[in-house]
T-cell receptor, first 116, second 114 residues
């Protein structure tokens, strides 16, 4: 069964500190993995996409890593800001042999709170 | 503004009523989705339409009926509302069903059933 598990469930950090969020998945065959940020009361917004051949990708203060062998991804946030307070959702897409619909599995999310 | 917009943003209603949520996207995408986000913030796919054709119908009670009049619109009608239907419903779109692109979400519609 395709699953995506994230840890920790919630996290509180001081402004300016770094943090790392984890995502483990069992989705197969793997197509890609996206990290989404969901602000309170808003819809999720994509931060970055990781494909099979990519190990690391940065988007400003966000750096995502992917280890396709161990089926793990992480999202590292550097020099956190109050505006980073949100839920971060790991979403893994399965590859379709027919080129049609690709099943998408959502993680349960990590709720990050950055405090002054 | 180019976006996925859904209305209403908030909906409070009594058990047993029928209600609809509307969604429109002006991104030119072919595929639209309805997701349900429960109190634990877990997003679960309900339906997906590609060019007005239903392609995903997860195990959702048949009280939920999606309708896509054209590829830019996907509405969700719910009959005989139950307490367990209380959740935030997100509409989303993506360029086409087989791509590796991202999902573009609306702001969500918070449904509260009393």
């Amino acid at each position: 069964k395709n699953q995506v598990e994230q840890s920790p469930q919630s996290l509180i950090i001081l402004e300016g500190k770094n943090c790392t969020l984890q995502c483990n998945y069992t989705v197969s065959p793997f197509s890609n993995l996206r990290w989404y940020k969901q602000d309170t009361g808003r819809g999720p917004v994509s931060l970055t996409i990781m494909t099979f051949s990519e190990n690391t990708k940065s988007n400003g203060r966000y750096t995502a890593t992917l280890d396709a062998d161990t089926k793990q991804s992480s999202l590292h946030i550097t020099a956190s800001q109050l505006s980073d307070s949100a839920s971060y959702i790991c979403v893994v897409r399965a590859r379709s042999a027919s080129g049609g619909y690709q099943k998408v599995t959502f993680g349960t999310g990590t709720k990050l709170q950055v405090i002054p | 503004d180019t976006a996925v917009s859904q209305t209403p943003k908030y909906l409070v209603t009594q058990m047993g009523n029928d209600k609809s949520i509307k969604c429109e996207q002006n991104l030119g995408h072919d595929t639209m989705y309805w997701y349900k986000q429960d109190s634990k913030k877990f997003l679960k796919i309900m339906f997906s339409y590609n060019n007005k054709e239903l392609i995903i119908n997860e195990t959702v009670p048949n009280r939920f009926s999606p309708k896509s009049p054209d590829k830019a619109h996907l509405n969700l009608h719910i009959n005989s509302l139950e307490l367990g239907d209380s959740a935030v419903y997100f509409c989303a779109s993506s360029p086409r069903v087989s791509n590796t692109g991202e999902l573009f979400f609306g702001e969500g519609s918070r449904l509260t059933v009393l």
